[in-house]
């Protein structure tokens, strides 16, 4: 019913701390699969959110679950997904406390997370190694790749939207990112 750890996103890696506390201590049980940036398969695309997929298993106990996740102020959305309806996404949005380090993952600059942010993850797990640069990380990639990494380079490749948007379609990648710029564009001439 879980996706392997293989599997997941890097949203799922690197930014799961930022609603672990809402999902709990058992989400894991509850059929969760990944964390997505978003989903170009629904009608509403949410900004600074988190797609959480569950696959569950439809008992008393996740029906239980899944009305706490829908009470969290952090929810802005649930749908289901798939013609079967075996999948349901949990939108959640993300707390303004941890917007630059939404962005900063955006930008594939793990080792620029607040420090706040990078005390979240699991010390000794490979993600805290990516997060604080770790030089036994670098070494060994400097190794396999056989070349000498730059002084400020990340020691882990950055999340590209084809792996992290659920549903992912280009086309309508293309139109959002143009629709961006406008906005951005627009903002810049009114200041």
């Not at 609603?19 to 969760?32: C, H, M, N, V």
């Not at 939404?102 to 010390?123: A, N, T, V």
């Not at 797990?125 to 790749?145: A, G, M, P």
């Not at 961006?180 to 903002?187: A, N, Q, V």
Request: aromatic share 16%.
């Amino acid at each position: 019913m879980e996706t392997k750890k293989d599997n997941w996103t890097k949203s799922t890696l690197f930014l799961l701390p930022m609603i672990e506390d809402i999902l709990g201590p058992y989400y894991k049980s509850y059929g969760f699969q990944n964390l997505y940036l978003g989903d170009h398969g629904y009608e509403c695309l949410w900004e600074y959110s988190l797609y959480a997929l569950f696959k569950p298993r439809f008992t008393q106990s996740y029906i239980t679950y899944e009305t706490k996740l829908e009470e969290s102020s952090a929810c802005v959305d649930v749908y289901d997904v798939g013609e079967r309806r075996g999948q349901v996404m949990f939108v959640f949005q993300v707390d303004p406390s941890f917007r630059k380090d939404y962005d900063l993952f955006k930008e594939g600059k793990y080792s620029h997370f607040s420090p706040e942010y990078k005390k979240l993850f699991k010390k000794g797990s490979n993600i805290h190694k990516v997060v604080h640069k770790d030089k036994e990380l670098k070494r060994y990639w400097e190794k396999r790749l056989n070349m000498k990494l730059p002084k400020d380079n990340e020691v882990w490749d950055m999340a590209y939207p084809r792996d992290e948007i659920f549903r992912y379609d280009k086309t309508t990648h293309k139109e959002l990112k143009k629709w961006r710029e406008k906005e951005e564009e627009m903002k810049k001439s009114v200041n």
